[in-house]
């Protein structure tokens, strides 16, 4: 069975960094971080394969950057946050391949953590 435990999620003024951190056990091959603000539906944010090959979100291409270490520990790291990419981010996992990562979405995927909120004020 796959767990996966989010952290590093805070308040952050824009143009700030933070360090979102997704702890995981279990076998997997393709991780996803998503996030959901109020009133929206969840979204993709990025993807990070077996092979290590990443896809982003448009929105948040060249600012955010996934990464994995050796104990399955699955890293969003975020810079030049923008109020908009306030919201309660998610990280996905699952025991099989990445599809094509850029329209992957959550049904895609069939195991989540609890989320850990973001907050970027002006």
């Known amino acids: 069975q796959v767990q996966l435990v989010e952290s590093g999620g805070g308040s952050v003024q824009a143009g700030g960094s933070l360090r979102l951190s997704c702890a995981g056990s279990g076998h997997t091959l393709c991780m996803g971080w998503f996030r959901q603000a109020p009133g929206k539906e969840r979204e993709r944010v990025a993807i990070?394969?077996?092979?290590?090959?990443t896809s982003y979100a448009d929105s948040v291409k060249g600012r955010f950057t996934v990464s994995q270490d050796n104990a399955k520990t699955t890293y969003l790291q975020m810079t030049n946050l923008k109020p908009e990419d306030t919201a309660m981010y998610y990280c996905?996992?699952?025991?099989?391949?990445?599809?094509?990562?850029?329209?992957?979405?959550?049904?895609?995927?069939?195991?989540w953590g609890q989320g850990t909120q973001v907050v970027v004020s002006s």
């Open positions: 996905a996992a699952r025991s099989w391949r990445c599809s094509a990562a850029a329209t992957m979405t959550q049904r895609d995927f069939n195991f």
């Open positions: 990070l394969d077996a092979m290590g090959r």
